[in-house]
Nanobody, 124 residues
Framework: QVQLVESGGGLVQAGGSLRLSCVASTRTFSNYAMGWFRQARGKEREFVAAIDRNFGNTYYADSVKGRFTISRDNAKSTVYLQMNSLKPEDTAVYYC?????????????????WGQGTQVTVSS
C-alpha cells in the first residue's frame, strides 16, 4: 500500500504560479509512474500531466502544455507539478496518482494509488 500526500495548493491570481508536491510512502518510488489529475466542481476528473518510471518521459494535457511542468525526485519519493501562467479555468482539486504498471498514463483507471487532493484556486 502506497500513501500519497499532496501539498502546495492555495489561492493565486491569474498569471501567477504554484508548485504542487506529492510525497509517496514507498522505498520503491522509482518503480512507479506518477501522474497529476484535477477535478473542477461539477466536472469529471481530467488528466493533467504524467512522468514515466524509467526514462523520465513526460506527458501533458493540451490545456496545460507549455505552462505546467512535471518532475520527480526519486531520492525524495516526490513528484512535483510546477504551474505557471495560471488561469481561472485551472481552478480544481489536484490529485497525484501512482501507477506501478506504467501504461496508459493519461487514463486515471490505470493508477493504483491516489492522494487526497489539494485545492488550487485561481482568481481573475
Amino acid at each position: 500500500q502506497v500513501q500519497l500526500v499532496e501539498s502546495g495548493g492555495g489561492l493565486v491570481q491569474a498569471g501567477g504560479s504554484l508548485r504542487l508536491s506529492c510525497v509517496a510512502s514507498t522505498r520503491t518510488f522509482s518503480n512507479y509512474a506518477m501522474g497529476w489529475f484535477r477535478q473542477a466542481r461539477g466536472k469529471e476528473r481530467e488528466f493533467v500531466a504524467a512522468i514515466d518510471r524509467n526514462f523520465g518521459n513526460t506527458y501533458y494535457a493540451d490545456s496545460v502544455k507549455g505552462r505546467f511542468t512535471i518532475s520527480r525526485d526519486n531520492a525524495k519519493s516526490t513528484v512535483y507539478l510546477q504551474m505557471n501562467s495560471l488561469k481561472p479555468e485551472d481552478t480544481a482539486v489536484y490529485y497525484c496518482a501512482a501507477d506501478h504498471c506504467g501504461s496508459g498514463l493519461r487514463e486515471g483507471r490505470h493508477y493504483e494509488y491516489w492522494g487526497q487532493g489539494t485545492q488550487v484556486t485561481v482568481s481573475s
